[in-house]
C-alpha cells in the first residue's frame, strides 16, 4: 500500500482561482516532507519543503500547510495562471540517518489543469 | 548552473537490445536515484546510490542495474529490455534536502 496518498487525483480550475491539494502520509517517523511541480514530460521542481517542526511554507502563490500529527499536508495555489497546468506531487522522506534519502516515498500525483 | 542530465531524451529500441541510460550532475551530491513513472503510478525508484561505488535496490529494480563509479555519474543499463519497461525515466541527485531532477527520458520497448 502507498505511503503518500494524493486526492483529488486531477481537478480543472478557471484562471484566476484558487484551490487546494492534499497530502496524506503513513510513514513514520518522518523527516521532511516535499511539494513539486512536473509539467507534462519534464523532470519535478521543488516548490517547497518542511520539516516535521513546521506547519506553512510559502513559495510565491503556492502555500504548503503540515499538520503532523494528523500526517496531512495541503498544497494551495492562489490565483492560478494557465501555466500553473501541471503535475503536483507529494514526497515524504522517512526518518533514517543513513539512507533516508534512498527512501522517498512518492504520492501518485494530482493533475491540475487551470483553462482560461 | 545546477543540473542533472540525461541521455538520450527519446529512444526506442527492440526487446532484447541491450541499452543504457546515461546521468550526469555538476552538483558534486552524494545521493543519486533512478525512477520510472508510469500512467497513475507516480514516480517508483529503481536503484539508489548513496556514495561512489555504493548502491542499492529501490522498489522495482528487477530487469535493471546501476553503476557509481565516480561521483557525477549513475547511468541506467537494461541488459535485455522487455516491453513492460516501456516507461519515463528520471534521473535524481540530492544532498541535504533538495533533490534535482533530470528532465526525463522516454523509452519505448517494441
Known amino acids: 500500500k502507498n505511503q503518500v496518498e494524493q486526492s483529488p487525483q486531477s481537478l480543472i480550475i478557471l484562471e484566476g482561482k484558487n484551490c487546494t491539494l492534499q497530502c496524506n502520509y503513513t510513514v513514520s517517523p518522518f523527516s521532511n516532507l516535499r511539494w513539486y511541480k512536473q509539467d507534462t514530460g519534464r523532470g519535478p521542481v521543488s516548490l517547497t519543503i518542511m520539516t516535521f517542526s513546521e506547519n506553512t511554507k510559502s513559495n510565491r502563490r503556492y502555500t504548503a500547510t503540515l499538520d503532523a500529527d494528523t500526517k496531512q499536508s495541503s498544497l494551495h495555489i492562489t490565483a492560478s495562471q494557465l501555466s500553473d497546468s501541471a503535475s503536483y506531487i507529494c514526497v515524504v522522506s522517512p526518518l533514517r540517518a543513513t539512507d533516508s534519502w534512498g527512501k522517498f516515498q512518492f504520492g501518485a500525483g494530482t493533475q491540475v489543469v487551470v483553462t482560461p | ?110
Not at chain 2, 529494480?61 to 519497461?85: A, D, H, M, T
Open chain 2, 1 to 110: 548552473e545546477a543540473q542533472v542530465t540525461q541521455n538520450p531524451r527519446y529512444l526506442i529500441t527492440v526487446t532484447g537490445k541491450k541499452l543504457t541510460v546515461t546521468c550526469s550532475q555538476n552538483m558534486n551530491h552524494e545521493y543519486m536515484s533512478w525512477y520510472r513513472q508510469d500512467p497513475g503510478l507516480g514516480l517508483r525508484q529503481i536503484y539508489y546510490s548513496m556514495n561512489v561505488e555504493v548502491t542499492d535496490k529501490g522498489d522495482v529494480p528487477e530487469g535493471y542495474k546501476v553503476s557509481r563509479k565516480e561521483k557525477r555519474n549513475f547511468p541506467l543499463i537494461l541488459e535485455s529490455p522487455s516491453p513492460n519497461q516501456t516507461s519515463l525515466y528520471f534521473c535524481a541527485s540530492s544532498q541535504n534536502t533538495e533533490a534535482f531532477f533530470g528532465q526525463g527520458t522516454r523509452l519505448t520497448v517494441v
